[in-house]
């Protein structure tokens, strides 16, 4: 750019202009969607958390000749 300015190139300047202003355009888009993707894990792993806490904490059905806490020992017949 600083050339161009120097050899008194205003065409080229301003293309030079232009495709800076489209890469710092793109920089940012970038940097959203970096955050963005960042944002989107945090919230996966949370949610993953969350179902592995729900899936230990959820009350099984007892199988069958497994004790239940806090019943009476059944009776075989």
Known sequence: YELC????QP???STLLQIRRRLLEAL???LNL???NAELH???SDARAELSLLRQSSAH???PG???PGA???KLS
């Open 5 to 8: 300015k120097e050899m008194r």
């Open 11 to 13: 065409e080229l300047q």
């Open 28 to 30: 940012h888009e970038s």
């Open 34 to 36: 970096y955050s963005e």
């Open 42 to 44: 945090q919230q996966l």
């Open 61 to 63: 059905p007892a199988m």
């Open 66 to 68: 497994e004790a239940v």
């Open 72 to 74: 009476a020992p059944r």
